[in-house]
């Protein structure tokens, strides 16, 4: 089993450790590494979020569409619905002045 010496260990030149323990540039490498990885994930979070955002508002002014349609449609079907009732009674108020026998006695 290696053992190093106390000084060797105390100077920081301990040969069995440093082969295996990354340095400290290897370290801070891997670090900044981690760091571009993590703001290259939260510049993407962003991003989507803000593309949602967008995705959000055009949804709502599709419903704000649609329900102004759809009130003018049911104002429409009103109107129709009044005018073929009018249309109707006018039909059938016709229908009874053509049935109606002529009196030719009075000329």
Aim: hydrophobic share 30%; aromatic share 8%.
């Amino acid at each position: 089993m290696h053992h190093p010496s106390t000084t060797a260990v105390m100077n920081g030149h301990d040969a069995h450790h440093s082969a295996q323990a990354p340095s400290f540039l290897e370290r801070f490498e891997a670090f900044r590494q981690s760091d571009r990885e993590r703001e290259a994930f939260v510049t993407d979070l962003v991003q989507k979020y803000q593309e949602l955002q967008v995705k959000y508002q055009e949804k709502c002014g599709d419903y704000e569409n649609e329900v102004e349609s759809r009130r003018i449609w049911q104002s429409n079907s009103k109107q129709c619905q009044s005018e073929l009732s009018t249309l109707r009674q006018a039909s059938v108020s016709c229908i009874l002045l053509t049935c109606m026998p002529i009196d030719d006695t009075q000329s």
